[in-house]
């Protein structure tokens, strides 16, 4: 429960309340996890909202919100909580590639929070420039770990150089 309490989720699929404006989203943890009055929880909330750039939308409904706009939500949920790490489940696998750039500067700014984070993520590049570790999986089996230039460009398995001639340029990477 102690590690419960000090992490938080951003599901891959936003995970919001669908009765539950933006602010409420954001609001429900505070008050039920963490034993925040009303009003404290609703500074804290809009604060957050205000820093994933979503103020304007906080009496929105999930209903009424982009896709990449319910993830800044979840985002801003996760963050609100101040936890020690908050996991990521594919943070971009559900948006129109056109968004997904804006979730993924929200989690660039998680990051220099100085939030520990744990992203299951395809977006390679983004790994790459975010991450301090990096973990190449495959099967559920760790493959190769390393920092990202270690995986990205010394690969040692083979398992990692394939995967990587396949989505990397071929010259991007040392074998």
Do not use: C
């Amino acid at each position: 429960m102690k590690i419960r309490r000090n992490s938080a989720f951003v599901f891959q699929n936003y995970g919001l309340f669908n009765n539950k404006t933006a602010i409420q989203n954001v609001m429900e943890g505070l008050i039920v996890v963490q034993k925040n009055s009303k009003e404290e929880a609703y500074k804290k909330a809009l604060d957050v909202l205000t820093w994933v750039g979503l103020s304007d939308k906080a009496d929105f409904y999930p209903s009424q919100l982009s896709g990449g706009q319910q993830q800044r939500v979840g985002i801003a949920r996760a963050v609100a909580l101040n936890p020690k790490v908050i996991l990521f489940d594919e943070p971009t696998s559900a948006l129109d590639p056109e968004l997904v750039g804006e979730t993924l500067e929200v989690i660039k700014k998680v990051a220099k929070k100085g939030i520990t984070m744990i992203i299951v993520t395809h977006e390679m590049s983004f790994a790459q420039d975010v991450a301090d570790r990096v973990v190449f999986m495959d099967g559920g089996v760790v493959v190769e770990e390393g920092t990202p230039d270690q995986v990205f460009y010394k690969p040692k398995e083979e398992r990692t150089k394939k995967f990587l001639s396949r989505i990397l340029q071929k010259d991007m990477y040392y074998i």
